[in-house]
Nanobody, 121 residues
Framework: QVQLVESGGGLVQAGGSLNLSCTASGSIFSINTMGWYRQAPGNQRELVAGITSRGSTNYADSVQGRATISRDNARNTVHLHMNSLTPEDTAVYYC???????????????WGQGTQVTVSS
């Protein structure tokens, strides 16, 4: 069974930066796209950034220029770095993997459990 384990997050002061990492485990052959979503209280979950296995990236307008997503295909790991944080970045951040081939199974989408990021003003 494929699992995504996130690390990083916590309490950050406004203007600071965060580094999140996520590793997929479970006899994985390939993952099409990995990314990060976030959900603030009362809001819908939204895409923060995504990266394909070939390295193509996309970012939400709200983080464009402040976020960098990177990926290590050999380690099935994705990283997110964000700077110039504001309280509006406070949310639970979820790791996501799309198109996961592992063993003899295929998973269209896998989610991590989420990690809280709180930006204090």
């Amino acid at each position: 069974q494929v699992q995504l384990v996130e690390s990083g997050g916590g309490l950050v002061q406004a203007g600071g930066s965060l580094n999140l990492s996520c590793t997929a485990s479970g006899s994985i052959f390939s993952i099409n796209t990995m990314g990060w979503y976030r959900q603030a209280p009362g809001n819908q979950r939204e895409l923060v950034a995504g990266i394909t296995s070939r390295g193509s990236t996309n970012y939400a307008d709200s983080v464009q220029g402040r976020a960098t997503i990177s990926r290590d295909n050999a380690r099935n790991t994705v990283h997110l770095h964000m700077n110039s944080l504001t309280p509006e970045d406070t949310a639970v951040y979820y790791c996501n993997a799309l198109g996961v081939r592992s063993g003899i199974s295929y998973s269209a989408a896998v989610w991590g459990q989420g990690t809280q990021v709180t930006v204090s003003s």
